[in-house]
C-alpha cells in the first residue's frame, strides 16, 4: 500500500516521497485512515515502528486542509509526552513533514528560558509539543489559549497514565474543549490503563499491531547473573569487544549513572550521561555526543527510555534491572529499531530474581543465561578485580608479588580484544533457543544496519533528517 492511497495532503506526500519513502508500517496504515475520519483511536505497536509518523500525518493533513478555510490562527493540535528527548524527536519528525506547510510549530518543556515557550503560546502556535510539568506550570500563569483545540495526543500514553503523570494531565484535560479528537500511542499499554482511557476518550477504536508485550523480534534479549559488586567489572570486561561500538547503559538512579560513568572513564572508556539533574543543554551535547560516536557509551536513568531514538544502538545494557516489565520493553526498544539486529543484556542479582521472573512471565518466554568467558566471578567484595586480565596465569615459583598483579586494576589500557562469552542453559528458558546466544562476542558477520528512525525505514516510509540536537 502507497503513502498516496491514504487520503494525506500532496504536500505532505512530496515531503516523504523527498524522504525516499513510499509504503508505510503497519501501524500507520492501520491508523491513518481511521484518525483522518475523526475518530479517538488507541494505537499499540513495539518501539521502532513508526508510531510517531502514525498521529503526525493525519493531524498535518487536517491542518492544511483548516488553512484553506482560514481557520487557523489558534492552537488545534496539543501532543503531550513525558520526557524532553521525546518531544524534540517528535518536533524533528513534524518538521521534516510539513516542510511544505507554513504551520508554527512550538515545543514546551522544561530545563530552559520560559519566555520563547511563553511567546509560542501567545501567538497561538498551530500545533504544540509538550511535557505536562512546564505546560501546567505556564498554564496556571494564564499562559495559552487552547478554546479552539481540535486534537489532543498523548505519546507513550501507558507512561503518561500512570500515577505519576495522571495529575497533571487531568489538568490539562479539563482546560480543553469536550469535543476533540483524543489519540493515544505507546508500545505498551495494560489493561488497567487501558481502562483510564475512556476518562479522556469518547468510543475509542483501537489498533494493535503484534502483541501488546512483546519486545521487537530483532533484539537479542540475554541475562548475565553477576553480584552487584562485580557488575562494574563485568560492564568493562563486555566493552573490550568492539562489537560494543553504541551501547546505552540503564541505571536505577542519577547517583548510579553518576558512578559508572566515573569508573569506565577512569579505564579510558567515553562515556555521557542523561538524566534528570543534567541541564537541557547536557542532555543536548550527551545525546549530540553519543549520536555522532564522540562518546561510545551513554549511561542513563529510565528518563531516556522513551525519547532516544539514535541511528544504530548495538547494545542496550540493564546494569540496574527495572521493577517493571513495561520499563524494560521501552529500554530495550532503543536497539533493534525498524527491524535492525540489536542486543539486550541484562545485569541480574539475587534481588533482581523475583523481577525477572515477572517479566518472563509477561513478556511469556524464558530469558537466555549467559556467563562471559574469561571473567573472575569469585572476587570478593572490596577486593580489585583485575578486569584487564582475561587469562589467569598460573603462579610460577619465585614471583611472589604474582597475586598483588592479578588483583590490581591496569588502568593505562584495560580495553583489549576478548574471546567470546561461553552461554549456559536457562533453567526453563523457552522461545529464544540457542540461536540467541550465538554471535554474541562477535557480530562482524551480521548484516548492516538499515537507517531507521522511529521505525521508519528507508524504502518504505518517511525518515525526517536527524538533528545533532534531538
Known sequence: MPFRSLGLDPRILQAIQEAGYTEPTPIQAAAIPQILTGQDLIGIAQTGTGKTAAFTLPILTHLASLQGQGRMRSTKALILAPTRELVAQIKDNIDAYAKHLPLRVAMIFGGVGERPQIQALRDGADIIIATPGRLIDLMGQRHGNFSNLECLVLDEADRMLDMGFLPSIKRIVKALPSRRQTLMFSATLSREIEALTHEFQQRPKTVQIGKRSNPAESVTQLVYEVPQHLKSPLLLHLLVDPSFNTVLVFAKMKHGAD????YLDSYGVKTATLHSNRTQNQ???ALADFKSGAVRV?????IAARGIDVDGISHVINYDFPKAPEDYIHRIGRTGRAQAIGDAISFVTKEDHGSLKALER????????????????????GANHDVAQRERKPRQ????????????PNRSNPINPRGRDSQRSS???TGGGSGQGQGQGNRSNRPNRPEQTGGLRRGESPRPPRSPQS
Open 259 to 262: 558512578r559508572i560513568a566515573r
Open 283 to 285: 542532555r543536548l551535547r
Open 298 to 302: 551513554l549511561i542513563a536513568t529510565d
Open 362 to 381: 509477561f513478556i511469556n518466554r524464558g530469558l537466555i543465561r549467559k556467563q562471559a568467558e574469561g571473567f573472575d566471578y569469585t572476587v570478593s567484595p
Open 397 to 408: 615459583p619465585g614471583d611472589q608479588n604474582q597475586s598483588t598483579r592479578n588483583s590490581r
Open 427 to 429: 533453567g526453563g528458558g
